[in-house]
């Protein structure tokens, strides 16, 4: 059951001078299914795409191996912000899309590949000397991505054994997970990088995780953001999920069992292991988190080609925080400092239409409005998640009214 207690609405309510401190938890929880059922999910259900939850029952499976790096923890940002750092030292600036080229890799070929991408004039010795300590300095500072913990929880609840397998070297994963409580604790094995001959893509690390939990390679799942980590898995014999770190990358369809957009979409009742129990109405509660800020113009994309009005924020404003929350459609409230809250349903995604490199957020305001509202200020607390971003084929939203939408 979604609880609020820990979270306060009174930032976003006392803004608008409404009084919410009468409302109990459980009509706070009522209010939010019934805006479920009846503005998101009824039409939502009409007209999505196939999603990977009509699947049939895949192999069963005993035991579960995660990465670590990019799979439960937002490793990558921190990575991108040290080399940031280190490029500038050498007048060079950090390109997004050779950001492919270190995702699942050792820190040595990591290093290779920066020094070769960039014509670094370094050895990789000295420049892993120079970032190892700055990369120290900053695990305190990872957070978990979207429903790692909540996987972490659900599997040591039920009773399912699961181990940790990284590239990363034993020393730097005791280091990152301890700053996640009950982390270590809840894994059966931790295995990492410098403790076996290959790193992945070779499926050694796998391997001596499948031999301390004693049990056959053929009996688990691995569930990897990079391609070298599906690779290893399948190169195991193992069933691998890919939850792909970086959009749009070639190659996991053709070697994952499976590819989702985010642990938030993973299905284990699929491989025969209890499935999560949180989800209401094919809608998941989640911790409520906050985003604000002033309504600019955006690219033309709600107006131009969808036909819907969009509430559009500055993108540059919150590429951290956006970094932290997985790409799909989100439900909650949204204010306007002088009209008033009202329901809303909110995309955060890798624009299609334009190619961003960093993710953007569109809100749909469930108002029919009579006038435009730009520069006012908008507040939104996002209470749930629907659905993942779809990647593969074409979204189209077609609006029925100023206050409602579909999507095929």
Not at 29 to 55: C, D, G, W, Y
Not at 174 to 181: D, F, P, R, T, V
Not at 231 to 245: C, F, Q, R
């Amino acid at each position: 059951m979604l609880s609020l207690n820990r979270f306060s609405l009174v930032p976003l309510i006392d803004c608008f001078a409404i009084q919410s401190s009468g409302f109990h938890h459980l009509q706070r929880l009522l209010l939010l299914r019934q805006f479920i059922l009846h503005q998101a999910v009824a039409k939502l259900q009409s007209h999505r795409f196939e999603m990977s939850t009509l699947n049939p029952l895949r192999r069963m499976v005993s035991h579960v191996i995660l990465d670590l790096d990019g799979t439960l923890l937002n490793t990558d940002g921190i990575v991108i912000e040290v080399l940031k750092k280190i490029l500038l030292q050498y007048g060079k600036k950090w390109e997004c899309n050779k950001a492919h080229r270190i995702v699942g890799k050792t820190p040595l070929e990591a290093a290779v590949a920066v020094i070769q991408d960039y014509e670094l004039p370094c050895t990789v010795e000295e420049f892993i000397s120079t970032t190892s300590p700055m990369f120290s300095n900053q695990w305190c500072n990872i957070k978990a991505l979207p429903g790692a913990s909540r996987l972490i929880n659900h599997l040591s609840s039920k009773g399912v054994p699961f181990g940790l397998a990284s590239n990363s070297p034993r020393s730097n994963i005791e280091a990152k997970i301890s700053y996640h409580q009950g982390w270590k604790e809840s894994f059966s094995c931790i295995v990492g990088g410098d403790e076996v001959e290959n790193g992945k893509p070779s499926p050694d690390v796998f391997f001596e995780a499948a031999t301390r939990m004693k049990v056959d390679p053929i009996n688990c799942l691995v569930i990897e953001d990079s391609l070298p980590g599906v690779i290893a898995g399948k190169s195991a014999g193992m069933e691998v999920v890919a939850v792909p770190s970086l959009p749009k990358q070639l190659g996991f369809s053709n070697s994952a069992d499976e590819v989702i957009n985010s642990l938030l979409d993973l299905h284990l009742e699929k491989w025969g292991l209890p499935a999560f129990d949180d989800w209401i109405e094919d809608t998941l509660p989640i911790e409520p988190w906050q985003i604000g800020g002033p309504v600019v113009k955006g690219f033309g994309r709600g107006s131009k080609v969808l036909g819907i009005p969009t509430a559009n924020l500055p993108a540059e404003n919150f590429s951290g925080l956006l970094s932290e929350h997985a790409s799909g459609v989100y439900f909650g409230w949204a204010g306007l400092s002088a009209r008033g809250i009202y329901k809303m349903v909110m995309s955060i995604g890798w624009n299609p239409y334009f190619n961003n490199i960093e993710k953007t957020v569109e809100p749909w305001l469930l108002h029919e409005f009579s006038e435009d509202f730009y520069g006012e200020d908008l507040r939104l607390i996002v209470v749930g998640y629907i659905r993942p971003e779809v990647f593969e084929r074409r979204e189209i939203y077609i609006p029925v009214t100023l206050s409602t939408f579909i999507v095929y």
